[in-house]
Nanobody, 127 residues
Framework: QLKLVESGGGLVQPGGSMKLSCAAS????????MAWFRQFPGKEREGVSC?????????NYDDSVKGRFTISRDNTKRMVYLQMNDLKPKDTAVYYC???????????????????WGQGTQVTVSS
């Protein structure tokens, strides 16, 4: 059974850094593009960053995080990471790991009925 478990969330001050991790199990992760989404209170889930099956095949980012966030994957460890730097209060959200997306440049097209989700981890940016 496919399972994604996020970790690494918490409270951080503006301008700080945080690294989220996603542990994958129950499926062959290196067969899937992976992604991070986030959800603000009262809003729909939105794409943050995605990474193709082979990291050299490319990554994509929402404009709001370009230059600040970096996605990476380690297929041998079955892990996906999101390094977040220069965090801002507007980054406060629940962050979700996702598998089985089409990692194309525009995040609005990443959502599809076949996505598998983790349970989410809260990231709060506040002084």
């Amino acid at each position: 059974q496919l399972k994604l478990v996020e970790s690494g969330g918490g409270l951080v001050q503006p301008g700080g850094s945080m690294k989220l991790s996603c542990a994958a199990s129950g499926f062959t992760m290196d067969h899937y593009a992976m992604a991070w989404f986030r959800q603000f209170p009262g809003k729909e889930r939105e794409g943050v960053s995605c990474i193709n099956i082979n990291a050299r095949a490319g990554t994509n980012y929402d404009d709001s995080v370009k230059g600040r966030f970096t996605i990476s994957r380690d297929n041998t460890k079955r892990m996906v990471y999101l390094q977040m730097n220069d965090l801002k209060p507007k980054d406060t959200a629940v962050y979700y790991c996702a598998a089985n997306i089409e990692c194309i440049p525009s995040p609005i097209y990443w959502i599809n009925p076949d996505i598998s989700w983790g349970q989410g981890t809260q990231v709060t940016v506040s002084s």
